[in-house]
């Protein structure tokens, strides 16, 4: 529906984090050939962010598929001496399309801020990776009634100059909502998205109408196609589900046919 994003191309990434079996090029193959026939109906872009060392044999095995690759992280630098990180240009190089950045864990477990957030996304650009931008607010900041405020200040604090549709895709991840089994109701996702997407436009001027907003939180094969026809939801971030090929393509069956 126009002007409520149901025109966009959507989008589904599984992020696997840093779940052990999901470090073995052998599970890689698996979830790759069981996606390689069905992807063939299924109306949505689709990502895997696979541990750092599965980027590049990832790619290598889903080049001429419709499987792309993402990666979890990446420095704001092109270079230097940075030990343990990794910068946009070499995620690029080992095969990757996107890099998912501001994930609430890494904004937990790594201090992460806005400013950082913001730096990284441009670095993403410059890289020519689309940069997927997480928000969201804790339990303490919904109970306090904040939702909005906090989203919007986080969104507008983590977009880079330049943003696009093609460079870019926000996922609003509530933190409460993330492998807890708990989603907001479809009402308040609405809502969320709805101010998401007044921001993006505020923002990003025309190019906010068309920027995928995706919705992360336990999404799952049983609340996948309720969710995903939410107005203003353009696809999800799957963390859990994603671990189990069948679980992720029952979720991406909700753009079967569309
Ligand atoms: O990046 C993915 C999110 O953190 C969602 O994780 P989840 O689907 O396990 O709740």
Not at 134 to 158: H, M
Not at 179 to 203: C, F, K, M, N
Request: proline share 4%.
């Amino acid at each position: 529906m126009a002007g409520q994003g149901h025109s966009i191309r959507p989008l589904v990434a599984g992020n696997w984090k840093m779940n052990g079996l999901k470090g073995s090029l052998a599970e890689a193959v698996g979830v790759r050939d069981a996606l390689a026939g069905p992807l063939a109906s299924i109306s949505a872009d689709v990502m895997i962010a696979p541990p750092a060392t599965l980027i590049a044999p990832l790619a290598e095995i889903s080049a001429g598929s419709r499987l792309a690759v993402a990666a979890q992280d990446c420095h704001a630098k092109a270079s230097g001496a940075h030990t343990g990180d990794v910068a946009a240009e070499m995620l690029k190089d080992a095969g990757a399309a996107a890099v998912i950045l501001g994930h609430s864990e890494r904004r937990a477990d790594h201090g992460e801020t806005n400013a950082e957030v913001k730096a990284k996304a441009a670095a993403a650009h410059r890289a020519g990776l689309i940069a997927i931008v997480c928000i969201g607010e804790t339990q303490g900041e919904r109970a306090a009634g904040a939702t909005l405020k906090v989203v919007s200040r986080q969104l507008k604090n983590s977009l880079p100059e330049g943003a696009t549709a093609a460079n870019t895709v926000v996922a609003y991840e509530p933190v409460w909502a993330i492998g807890t089994g708990l989603t907001p109701t479809p009402a308040d996702v609405e809502q969320v998205h709805a101010a998401i997407r007044r921001d993006l436009s505020e923002v990003t001027g025309a190019e906010g109408a068309n920027i995928r907003i995706l919705y992360g939180g336990s999404v799952k094969p049983d609340n996948a196609t309720e969710l995903m026809a939410i107005p203003n939801v353009n696809g999800a971030l799957v963390g859990g589900a994603s671990l189990k090929a069948s679980d992720f393509l029952a979720i991406l069956r909700a753009y079967e046919g569309r």
